[in-house]
């Protein structure tokens, strides 16, 4: 089982990612997660990209790809795994498939979790974070018992600049120019399902397991 989750911030993604690298025992690999991780190993990638992140610099796709290289030979992933953030543009997309061809290996299936934009604009700016403990609630979903207030340590929620609705909207339209040509790119072959992200957590994992299946990875 050799899986991409893509989707724009919002959908939940990442949450069925994880569900599903925990229901079928294989590791999920954040590109988040793998370049902390090999920035506190000190690898060499790791090395690299920390020299950019002390510049205030993007890491450039070479070192990205270096460390999902090395992640990808680790014996953990010998028998699939589950991509998430990664890849994000068409070359990225074209270093994997060499990566895997390498290993005579191919992708599996490519997983493009959708909700509508407005939705997906409703789920990120009703957040509401606290600055001391940095539990996270929802005005919607998830409310603190006492409107405006932690219900952990008491402290004043706030809104992240990230969660405004411009920034909201800004990144959604970066997502969607970045991502379209590498959603056209594994939909031209074959690799391609979209997931309906709507609705529950648990139905959405239940669309997921019912694709795998019906495509025989499970």
């Known amino acids: 089982m050799r899986l991409i989750f893509l989707g724009a911030p919002g959908v939940g993604k990442g949450t069925q990612a994880d569900l599903i690298a925990a229901k079928f025992g294989r590791p999920k690999i954040s590109t988040g997660d793998i370049l902390r991780e090999a920035v506190r190993n000190k690898t060499p ?35 699939g795994f589950l991509l998430d953030g990664f890849p994000r543009t068409v070359p990225q997309a074209e270093e994997l498939a060499a990566i895997l061809k390498a290993r005579g290996l191919q992708l599996d299936r490519v997983i493009n979790v959708s909700v509508p934009r407005e939705d997906v604009v ?79 957590v648990e139905q959405v994992q239940q669309r997921v397991v019912e694709l795998l299946s019906a495509n025989g990875l499970v």
């Open 122 to 200: 409703r789920r990120l700016t009703g957040r509401r974070s606290c600055p001391k403990c940095q539990a996270v609630f929802h005005v919607e979903f998830a409310p603190p018992t006492r409107d405006g207030f932690c219900d952990r340590c008491g402290g004043a929620l706030m809104q992240r600049s990230d969660d405004k609705r411009e920034t909201v909207e800004n990144r959604l339209a970066v997502y969607e120019a970045q991502t379209a040509p590498l959603i056209a790119y594994y939909r031209q072959r074959g690799l391609l399902s979209d997931i309906d992200g709507a609705g529950k």
């Open 45 to 79: 990638m790791g090395v690299q990209a920390k020299a950019c992140m002390d510049q205030g610099q993007l890491v450039p796709d070479s070192v990205v790809i270096g460390i999902v290289k090395d992640k990808l030979a680790e014996p953990a992933c010998a028998k």
